[in-house]
T-cell receptor, first 114, second 115 residues
């Protein structure tokens, strides 16, 4: 069965800290994505990756960076956390092997920046 | 650019009734796909149904069907015989079939099923 695992369900950090959110998928998917979800705004794409060591900016990349050193792992980094980055973060992966294949999501990380 | 509009922030429906969740979209792409996801209060996003822009038949998956009207750029989700477990947020999303593979999401509809 498809599995996307995010390292933490809940995380509390302080302003200015460097924060790492980890995501691992076991489906050998080429694509991986990071979204943030805020009430009334839906899901917004932060960064995505088509392949190892490749990354593309999404709609709201400011204040974030990503790393993909291995195919199965995609990390989101908050370089210097700020309170406006308090949000729900969702990781997803998908295959490039056909049209109409859905993205599969992890359970999400609720991040609070104090 | 792609845009998804979900105009119903919240809906309340009696158990066992059918419910239609609205979704309209805007795109300049000729080939694209439309997706619906369910997000229960626990937070995970569950894929429900997919419709391709060139599919002639409306997609169906069990109690879910997609009412696709291409000329009107609408892709409404229909849930038949609603159940208490259908209470959740529902998101409509779209993706171009060529080029990058990112999904564009709507703002969601919170569906509450009343016993």
């Amino acid at each position: 069965d498809v599995k996307v695992t995010q390292s933490s369900r809940y995380l509390v950090k302080r302003t200015g800290e460097k924060v790492f959110l980890e995501c691992v998928q076991d489906m050998d998917h080429e694509n991986m994505f990071w979204y943030r979800q805020d009430p009334g705004l839906g899901l917004r794409l932060i960064y995505f990756s088509y392949d190892v060591k490749m990354k593309e900016k999404g709609d709201i990349p400011e204040g974030y960076s990503v790393s993909r050193e291995k195919k199965e792992r995609f990390s989101l980094i908050l370089e210097s956390a700020s309170t406006n980055q308090t949000s729900m973060y969702l990781c997803a992966s998908s295959s490039r092997q056909g049209v109409g294949l859905p993205q599969h999501f992890g359970d999400g990380t609720r991040l609070s920046i104090l | 650019a792609q845009k998804i509009t979900q105009t119903q922030p919240g809906m309340f429906v009696q158990e066992k009734e059918a419910v239609t969740l609205d979704c309209t979209y805007d795109t300049s792409d000729q080939s694209y796909g439309l997706f619906w996801y369910k997000q229960p209060s626990s937070g995970e996003m569950i894929f429900l149904i997919y419709q391709g822009s060139y599919d002639e038949q409306n997609a169906t998956e069990g109690r879910y069907s997609l009412n696709f009207q291409k000329a009107r750029k609408s892709a409404n989700l229909v849930i038949s015989a609603s159940q208490l477990g259908d209470s959740a947020m529902y998101f409509c999303a779209m993706r171009a079939n060529f080029g990058n593979e990112k999904l564009t999401f709507g703002t969601g509809t919170r569906l509450t099923i009343i016993p």
